[in-house]
């Protein structure tokens, strides 16, 4: 708490220096000046009174004057006739300081007591540094003149998202509920039989492991012209690419926590006459858990990589790899980032909901003990 003021002192100096010698970018625009002036009033509240953050009604108070100074930049830059000086970017560059410092003020409140205001900080910081680089991303591109298909700024690509949705949606639905999610779970399901299998039958994991790593290096961009040709141009082929890419993962991930079994346990359902079956059930697939999840979070940015990687090597007329194939060759940049968005995104929740699964099936492991 001590070194607090430090940024909203520079902050304070910089923004009276550029008030003073240059200010003409605050008068361009909509309520410029107001939401410029907001993040100045949250530094002098912190100055002259530093415990106004220790409560969480302050916090929330500077949070808000603070990312409100967001918007002065913005609507200058937008504006019809804009003014691109010195000032705005001293402007910029120090309220990105007191974001950072925002999210450190989040980041050390003590939550160990409260699971809803956890749930709420562990999405809030994210948000909050999410936005710090959309903004930087907007204001670096607007600013500078960037030319647009090299990279355009995040407004354009929000417009090319909303004009594009029935598209989006379509190229959503062939890559990533038919190619990903089928070969995500065949390539997992199988991979944790054939683990199953290797343990049981030690001869396979002399014979089988290393035909996996042999699979496992073989290059996507070798693969998957051949699954087009085995599987044809649909949603099968791409699925076949990714049933391959997560295959190995699950194999070895399982394989490592079916051994990971104490000693002890293992001699514990011994001494009760329990055979292999009920030792796998009982004792070892559960002790398998974190392990086996590993692998599922693995596969799952591994499979959305595999499936648009393929449909570059040949796919119907929509798919997200044949949008951005596509799309790049017209210099449509905005549309190719907004499928890369629709990738991230839906790559993103498919993660965070295999988190949450391993979190309410292996919350006895230490990993996610509390203090």
């Known amino acids: 708490m001590k070194n607090i003021p430090i940024l909203n002192w520079i902050f304070s100096i910089a923004f009276v220096i550029q008030f003073l010698f240059s200010r003409d970018w605050m008068f361009h625009g909509v309520g410029t000046l107001w939401y410029a002036l907001q993040p100045f009033i949250a530094s002098v509240l912190v100055i002259l009174r530093p415990t106004v953050i220790k409560g969480m009604p302050g916090k929330i108070m500077i949070s808000l004057l603070i990312t409100s100074g967001c918007l002065a930049s913005l609507n200058s830059v937008h504006s019809v006739e804009p003014t691109i000086s010195w000032g705005i970017w001293l402007y910029v560059v120090t309220l990105v300081g007191l974001m950072w410092q925002l999210m450190g003020f989040w980041s050390s409140v003590d939550t160990r007591l409260n699971k809803k205001m956890a749930v709420?900080?562990?999405?809030?910081?994210?948000?909050?540094?999410?936005?710090?680089?959309?903004?930087?991303?907007?204001?670096?591109?607007?600013?500078?003149?960037?030319?647009?298909?090299?990279?355009?700024p995040p407004s354009l690509i929000g417009i090319a998202f909303a004009n594009s949705l029935e598209m989006l949606w379509a190229d959503f639905q062939q890559t990533f509920m038919k190619a990903v999610l089928a070969g995500f779970f065949?390539?997992?399901?199988?991979?944790?039989?054939?683990?199953?299998?290797?343990?049981?039958?030690?001869?396979?994991?002399?014979?089988?492991?290393?035909?996996?790593?042999?699979?496992?290096?073989?290059?996507?961009?070798?693969?998957?012209?051949?699954m087009v040709m085995w599987f044809g141009f649909d949603w099968q082929s791409k699925a076949a690419v990714v049933m391959m890419m997560t295959f190995f993962p699950m194999l070895v991930n399982t394989l490592t926590g079916l051994k990971s079994t104490g000693r002890m346990e293992l001699d514990l359902m011994h001494s009760y006459a329990a055979d292999?079956?009920?030792?796998?059930?009982?004792?070892?697939?559960?002790?398998?858990?974190?392990?086996?999840?590993?692998?599922l979070k693995i596969n799952s940015t591994l499979a959305l990589i595999g499936a648009i990687v393929a449909e570059f090597f040949g796919t119907p007329i929509v798919g997200m790899g044949f949008r951005i194939s596509t799309?790049?060759?017209?210099?449509?940049?905005?549309?190719?980032?907004?499928?890369?968005?629709?990738?991230?995104?839906?790559?993103?929740?498919?993660?965070?909901?295999?988190?949450?699964?391993?979190?309410?099936?292996?919350?006895?492991?230490p990993s996610f003990r509390v203090g």
């Open 120 to 152: 709420v900080i562990n999405l809030l910081v994210p948000v909050l540094f999410g936005g710090m680089l959309l903004y930087l991303w907007e204001m670096l591109t607007v600013g500078f003149e960037v030319p647009q298909v090299i990279l355009p």
């Open 186 to 226: 065949l390539g997992s399901g199988s991979g944790f039989v054939v683990a199953v299998l290797v343990d049981k039958i030690p001869f396979l994991q002399r014979g089988l492991l290393p035909l996996g790593n042999l699979a496992s290096a073989l290059p996507i961009v070798g693969v998957a012209p051949i």
């Open 327 to 365: 799309e790049i060759g017209r210099m449509n940049v905005d549309v190719v980032w907004a499928s890369i968005a629709v990738a991230a995104l839906s790559g993103s929740l498919f993660y965070a909901l295999l988190a949450f699964l391993e979190r309410q099936f292996t919350g006895w492991h």
């Open 276 to 295: 292999y079956w009920q030792m796998l059930i009982k004792v070892r697939l559960p002790n398998a858990l974190p392990f086996i999840f590993n692998a």
